[in-house]
């Protein structure tokens, strides 16, 4: 068991608890609806998953799969946030730390989602960005399971760090590639908005994270 663990500090045998929470939280989504769970990490056919799940109920996002998956993704930021500061001069080491920081994660993307819902409304394109939202939301809960099992081996697991690494920069790709898709072809039924969209993407997609970085992660209040 020793040659698992080595990375956590003993002070922060609290990390085990939160990976413990996010695996119970995809039992309680495979309790759920186990089709749709194993559609949706299934990587190699996303037609497939919205193709079979992008009706009303499957859009509500208070429904508990929805506000379960909301978890998953502000859980894996702040994982990632975590283990990555590691890498800088003051890094991240206590359990109150982590919650702050999950709960500032937690409100940027509750209340992204608010504003982005006002944008559209006010720019008439609400039913438009509906499904560009929701193809958003499932990819980033697609990813942030992947992304839990990859935090996880690489604060207890012996594999070389290069391996592990890889594999996050294949996920940044690949959430990347899939996020120009998506609003490309918003773009391409919504070119006479395009500035608004551009704006959008600046002032709401981006700018949050540059926030919580400067507020929660550089001043480690």
Not at 56 to 80: D, P, V
Not at 119 to 124: E, R, S, Y
């Amino acid at each position: 068991m020793e040659e698992w663990i080595y990375r956590p500090d003993p002070k922060a045998d609290w990390m085990s608890l939160i990976f413990l929470l996010n695996l119970v939280i995809l039992a309680v989504l495979y309790k759920l609806d186990p089709n749709r769970l194993k559609s949706l990490v299934n990587i190699l056919k996303p037609r497939i998953y919205f193709g079979k799940y992008s009706y009303e109920k499957e859009l509500n996002y208070f429904s508990y799969f929805n506000a379960l998956s909301f978890f998953l993704i502000a859980s894996s930021l702040t994982l990632t946030y975590f283990s990555l500061s590691a890498y800088s001069s003051n890094p991240l080491y206590y359990s109150f730390e982590y919650y702050y920081l999950l709960i500032g994660v937690s409100a940027i993307l509750f209340f992204r989602h608010i504003i982005t819902q006002i944008i559209a409304n006010q720019l008439g394109f609400q039913r438009v960005i509906k499904m560009a939202l929701y193809k958003n939301f499932s990819l980033a809960t697609q990813s942030s399971i992947i992304l839990i099992g990859l935090v996880f081996l690489w604060n207890y697991s012996s594999l070389p760090l290069i391996i592990i690494e890889s594999i996050l920069v294949l996920i940044a790709l690949f959430w990347g590639i899939n996020q120009f898709t998506i609003y490309f072809s918003f773009f391409k039924s919504r070119s006479e908005d395009l500035i608004y969209i551009i704006l959008y993407l600046c002032t709401v997609k981006l700018a949050p994270w540059i926030w919580v970085y400067l507020v929660f992660v550089e001043t480690k209040l």
